[in-house]
């Protein structure tokens, strides 16, 4: 799954990415240093692997992983090709969710593209620049949609119907992401599916700021420290609040180093938070050989989550052997765990839940 990094430039983007991967890039002071998008693969933390690792007396650990792409600054006007726009909005294209990187510290020794930080127009720019690549795509889909309605085509009415709404709502300054749409019906997987729209992905805002002091105008506390962020932009359901340059500097310290500086990286959090916005869970497996972590889509069967290891736990599927991670620990192993009646005799139809750690019966 892949998380695209977006914004203006200069705003922390490739500085993020680098604190991220631990992969150097070029991150200079100027606009469109980044050209081609960086991509880098990152492992998603799980302080539970370790533990049952030990008990199980695994040779190795193998971490859930998401992919984060640094795609270059887009620029007011990118919808219609500014500043390379159409090549960048292609690059957002590809991936599957949006973190939004938005400048809300102050340096007069790091340019802003448009000379003044306003963060709330900033995301005002950045969204109203896919909002209108969107539009493009929705006209040109409805085109279609008119012609096969009048022709009575299967579907086609009731696709334009939907097509509609999600006009509407873009037409409104909406991102596509705000359409009240029932997604178990057939005919909106379909136009949703086509339209393949840049702000129907999730979005995760990531608010690029210094702390300050608790007196200052408009400080705000989170995680123990304050910043100062404007009051609006919190009512957003997803951010998160990074020290950018600080996660950056963390790569080159030591952990005795930090703790001494009494600096803490937050770094982990938006691994995590983009990993909740795909709609991502993780089921476990573990053994002398291996604990592995496997990433599945919230709400998937036993036989899907098996799926991910391979073809053959979902097409010859019989059972699934189920227990918490937690209620695993406390068995101290997988047989005592059988034991103590601790495991759960699963079929196709078992929903699959976070932590569950599984043995698939073929």
């Not at 650990?61 to 006007?77: L, S």
């Not at 306003?118 to 896919?130: A, F, G, H, V, W």
């Not at 909106?188 to 608010?207: A, D, G, H, N």
């Not at 300050?212 to 009051?231: C, Q, R, T």
Request: net charge negative.
């Amino acid at each position: 799954m892949k998380i695209g990094i977006v914004g203006l430039p200069n705003v922390g983007k490739s500085t993020l990415f680098k604190a991220l991967t631990k992969v150097a890039v070029d991150i200079s002071n100027y606009p469109f240093c980044t050209i081609e998008p960086n991509i880098g693969i990152v492992k998603v933390p799980d302080l539970r692997l370790e533990k049952l690792a030990k008990i199980s007396q695994s040779k190795k650990i193998i971490p859930a992983i998401v992919e984060f792409v640094d795609i270059a600054g887009i620029v007011k006007g990118a919808s219609v090709g500014e500043g390379l726009g159409n090549k960048f909005l292609a690059n957002i294209r590809e991936v599957d969710a949006i973190a939004q990187v938005v400048r809300v510290f102050e340096n007069e020794n790091i340019t802003h593209v448009h000379n003044k930080i306003d963060p709330e127009n900033d995301i005002e720019i950045i969204n109203s620049e896919l909002i209108l690549a969107d539009l493009e795509t929705v006209q040109k889909v409805k085109t279609r949609l008119e012609k096969d309605s009048r022709g009575n085509k299967k579907g086609a009415a009731e696709q334009l119907a939907i097509l509609e709404k999600i006009k509407n709502n873009l037409e409104a300054g909406k991102l596509a992401n705000e359409t009240a749409l029932d997604m178990h019906d057939e005919n909106t997987e379909i136009i949703v599916r086509e339209l393949s729209l840049l702000t129907m992905k999730p979005f995760l805002y990531v608010f690029n700021a210094c702390p300050v002091k608790s007196d200052e105008v408009g400080a705000k506390l989170f995680n123990g420290v304050y910043y100062k962020i404007p009051e609006n932009l919190l009512k957003k359901d997803d951010f998160i609040i990074l020290d950018i340059k600080i996660e950056e500097e963390l790569i080159e310290m030591s952990p005795t180093e930090a703790e001494e500086l009494g600096i803490k990286s937050n770094i982990d959090s938006l691994i995590l938070k983009a990993y909740e916005i795909l709609g991502l869970i993780t089921f476990l497996t573990t053994g002398t050989d291996e604990t592995r972590a496997w990433t599945i889509r919230k709400g998937s069967t036993a036989p899907i989550a098996g799926l991910a290891i391979h073809t053959d736990f979902k097409d010859k599927f019989i059972r699934a052997e189920v227990i918490n991670w937690e209620k695993l620990l406390e068995a101290g192993s997988w047989s005592k765990a059988r034991d103590l009646g601790l495991l759960r005799t699963e079929g196709k139809e078992y929903i699959v839940q976070d932590g569950d750690v599984i043995e698939f019966k073929i």
